[in-house]
């Protein structure tokens, strides 16, 4: 999963149904500029997510089946 957040919109949410589930992303842009991603990822799954941050780097990780949070 690679969100792409754009100020512009000010939040956006996806989802696909796999033959391991359904996965989730969305996020959005809070009021002090900082944005906030959700991903859930199905059972017995994984993923490999990437997310933009301010400095323009961006946060690679790989995460198993759960609902995550996070703000950057």
């Not at 512009?8 to 696909?16: D, N, T, Y």
């Not at 991603?37 to 933009?52: Q, S």
Request: charge should be negative; avoid cysteine; proline fraction near 6%.
């Amino acid at each position: 999963m690679r969100p792409q957040p754009d100020v512009r919109l000010g939040a956006a949410k996806a989802g696909v149904n796999t033959a391991a589930g359904y996965y989730e992303t969305g996020w959005q842009y809070e009021d002090n500029g900082e944005v906030t991603y959700t991903v859930v990822i199905p059972f017995d799954a994984e993923a490999e997510v990437y997310l933009p941050k301010k400095d323009g780097t961006t946060e690679e990780m790989t995460l198993t089946a759960g609902t995550y949070t996070f703000t950057l």
